[in-house]
């Protein structure tokens, strides 16, 4: 069962939680906090503290000198300093009781993480609706825009959250790509390779000698000189698993600094989004029973004209 956040959503944002070691060369809850984060200044980060905005699971404050060993967790909310404007709009596709469909820009993250707080999809929507609740039921990578769901409230939120679990969800994707100097490959095709992923990986691994876990069927859909247009349909959903899959068959996605080589760091170029759409989504809602489907109403700008 999750642990339930002591403190609430405050201006759309909801708490982070954060384990504390039960020992260590810590005096402190609050030294082993300023350590763990050196690079903000340990004087914000203990004001924090001094204003009891940092609290242990049963709500009670933790001070500067709450000593190490008696929380395994606290929650605080995060400041992320200098947080970047990102001026895309989302766009609401759908709304009912249950559920809220949007159409999430390029750059925009779904939720918050790395410098963006403010500037995630999920806050814009928590403080737009005016609701704490608003949870998103999959996610998107940044870099990808396209159709988001969210769950509205969390008495239906399980039944819309098992649909992807168990894969009951049929997603369609849309991407521009490089046509390479061999030509053009066949297409349609299925894609199955073995991804994994780390925790703080930039890029999905490739392993070539153990049993696919990830599949993609791709398709033409227009081919110009030296780009196409191609449908993916994702089985499963890696990280990364679409730009992966493209790029190991020839085809890297425009404007992606990750596949098929890892590029460096640069500010998001609005000229060049990476050229990724998540078009539709289907399912059978598992509240009525009836079918249900949404699609974007965004468009790949590089896709090429007949």
Same mark, same amino acid.
């Given at each position: 069962?999750?642990?339930?956040?002591?403190?609430?959503?405050?201006?759309?944002?909801?708490?982070?939680?954060?384990?504390?070691?039960?020992?260590?060369?810590? &005096?402190?809850?609050?030294?082993?906090?300023?350590?763990?984060?050196?690079?903000?200044?340990?004087?914000?980060?203990?004001?924090?503290?001094?204003?009891?905005?940092?609290?242990?699971?049963?709500?009670?404050?933790?001070?500067?000198?709450?000593?190490?060993?008696?929380?395994?967790?606290?929650?605080?909310?995060?400041?992320?300093?200098?947080?970047?404007?990102?001026?895309?709009?989302?766009?609401?596709?759908?709304?009912?009781?249950?559920?809220?469909?949007?159409? $999430?820009?390029?750059? /925009?993250?779904?939720?918050?993480?790395?410098?963006?707080?403010?500037?995630?999809?999920?806050?814009?929507?928590?403080?737009?609706?005016?609701?704490?609740?608003?949870?998103?039921?999959?996610?998107?990578?940044?870099?990808?825009?396209?159709?988001?769901?969210?769950?509205?409230?969390?008495?239906?939120?399980?039944?819309?959250?098992?649909?992807?679990?168990?894969?009951?969800?049929? $997603?369609?994707?849309?991407?521009?790509?490089?046509?390479?100097?061999?030509?053009?490959? &066949? /297409?349609?095709?299925?894609?199955?390779?073995?991804?994994?992923?780390?925790?703080?990986?930039?890029?999905?691994?490739?392993?070539?000698?153990?049993?696919?876990?990830?599949?993609?069927?791709?398709?033409?859909?227009?081919?110009?000189?030296?780009?196409?247009?191609?449908?993916?349909?994702?089985?499963?959903?890696?990280?990364?698993?679409?730009?992966?899959?493209?790029?190991?068959?020839? /085809?890297?996605?425009?404007?992606?600094?990750?596949?098929?080589?890892?590029?460096? &760091?640069?500010?998001?170029?609005?000229?060049?989004?990476?050229?990724?759409?998540?078009?539709?989504?289907?399912?059978?809602?598992?509240?009525?029973?009836?079918?249900?489907?949404?699609?974007?109403?965004?468009?790949?700008?590089?896709?090429?004209?007949?």
């Amino acid at each position: 069962m999750a642990m339930r956040a002591p403190l609430p959503v405050r201006d759309g944002v909801g708490p982070t939680r954060l384990r504390v070691p039960r020992t260590g060369p810590w &005096e402190t809850v609050a030294d082993y906090v300023t350590e763990r984060f050196s690079h903000i200044d340990p004087e914000i980060l203990l004001s924090r503290f001094d204003r009891g905005e940092v609290v242990a699971v049963d709500g009670s404050v933790i001070t500067r000198r709450t000593p190490l060993g008696v929380e395994d967790f606290i929650w605080y909310y995060r400041e992320p300093p200098d947080e970047p404007a990102i001026p895309y709009e989302v766009m609401v596709r759908h709304v009912d009781d249950d559920l809220l469909v949007v159409d $999430k820009p390029h750059f /925009l993250p779904t939720t918050p993480g790395g410098g963006f707080l403010q500037n995630s999809a999920l806050v814009r929507l928590r403080r737009e609706f005016d609701n704490p609740d608003l949870t998103p039921i999959h996610r998107l990578d940044r870099a990808t825009a396209g159709l988001v769901m969210f769950s509205i409230r969390p008495a239906t939120r399980g039944a819309y959250q098992s649909l992807f679990a168990d894969r009951a969800v049929e $997603k369609v994707y849309e991407a521009v790509t490089t046509i390479p100097e061999t030509g053009m490959p &066949e /297409l349609p095709r299925v894609v199955r390779s073995h991804l994994t992923s780390t925790r703080g990986s930039l890029r999905a691994v490739v392993h070539e000698d153990r049993e696919p876990n990830a599949e993609t069927r791709v398709e033409a859909i227009r081919v110009g000189a030296t780009t196409a247009h191609v449908r993916l349909h994702p089985r499963t959903g890696r990280m990364h698993q679409l730009r992966a899959h493209l790029a190991g068959i020839g /085809l890297g996605i425009l404007g992606d600094r990750f596949y098929p080589d890892l590029l460096d &760091e640069a500010p998001d170029d609005p000229a060049r989004p990476l050229q990724l759409l998540a078009r539709e989504l289907r399912f059978v809602d598992p509240l009525s029973g009836t079918p249900r489907e949404f699609t974007t109403g965004l468009t790949l700008r590089e896709a090429p004209r007949v």
